[in-house]
């Protein structure tokens, strides 16, 4: 079955701490991105990849195939960083417009 | 910065209603695409739309729901006749290229079904 799996469920950092949040997927993708739903619902992407790694700003995010697994990492981390951050996959096994989503990870970033 | 517009932001309606969501995606995008989560659940994918026809559709977009672009800029939801279960965020969301290709999400339309 082709699943997508996100831990930990919920986080509370205090500001300027390191954050990991990860994902992993059961079969073989094409590939995973990552995303972040604000408070009011709206869904922004953050990450498209496929192998290896990518940055943006304070935000890291890392795929690793053979062990099918993925990372989202923020680096001095702020409040406004407090959101909920979806892993979202697209599985070979499925057609090509077709996303799997994790169940998300609810980061709440303290003062 | 280029958006995907959706509206209504929040609609209620009575079961049994009829339902439009409208999306305006991105003008040079080619691929749309609808999703839903209801509250407290994971997003899921409804349907992909390509070339004026669905590419594909989830167990979840039966006869109830359709789907149409009906002028260059709109792309629609239908919900024909709309269940308690049907109540969820929708999401419209658009991407220049099928396959493995960044897309960008529309703000969401509520729907309330009472």
């Known amino acids: 079955k082709n699943e997508v799996e996100q831990s930990p469920q919920n986080l509370t950092a205090q500001e300027g701490e390191f954050i990991t949040i990860n994902c992993s997927y059961s079969?073989?993708?094409?590939?995973l991105h990552w995303l972040q739903q604000h408070p009011g619902g709206g869904i922004v992407s953050l990450f498209m990849?496929?192998?290896g790694k990518k940055k943006h700003g304070r935000l890291i995010a890392t795929i690793n195939i053979q062990e099918k697994h993925s990372s989202l990492h923020i680096t001095a981390s702020h409040p406004r960083d407090s959101a909920v951050y979806i892993c979202?996959?697209?599985?070979?096994?499925?057609?090509?417009?077709?996303?799997?989503f994790g169940t998300g990870t609810r980061l709440q970033v303290m003062l | 910065e280029p958006e995907v517009t959706q509206t209504p932001s929040h609609q209620v309606t009575q079961m049994g209603q009829e339902v439009i969501l409208r999306c305006v995606p991105i003008s040079n995008h080619l691929y749309f695409y609808w999703y839903r989560q209801i509250l407290g659940q994971k997003v899921e994918f409804l349907v992909s739309f390509y070339n004026n026809e669905i590419s594909e559709k989830s167990e979840i977009f039966d006869d109830q729901f359709s789907v149409e672009r009906p002028d260059g800029s709109n792309f629609t939801l239908k919900i024909r006749s709309t269940k308690l279960e049907d109540s969820a965020m929708y999401f419209c969301?658009?991407?220049?290229?099928?396959?493995?290709?960044?897309?960008?999400f529309g703000a969401g339309s509520r729907l309330t079904v009472l």
């Open positions: 979202a996959v697209r599985f070979y096994t499925g057609t090509a417009s077709k996303l799997t």
């Open positions: 990849l496929s192998s």
């Open positions: 079969v073989g993708i094409s590939a």
């Open positions: 969301a658009s991407s220049e290229k099928g396959g493995a290709n960044v897309l960008t």
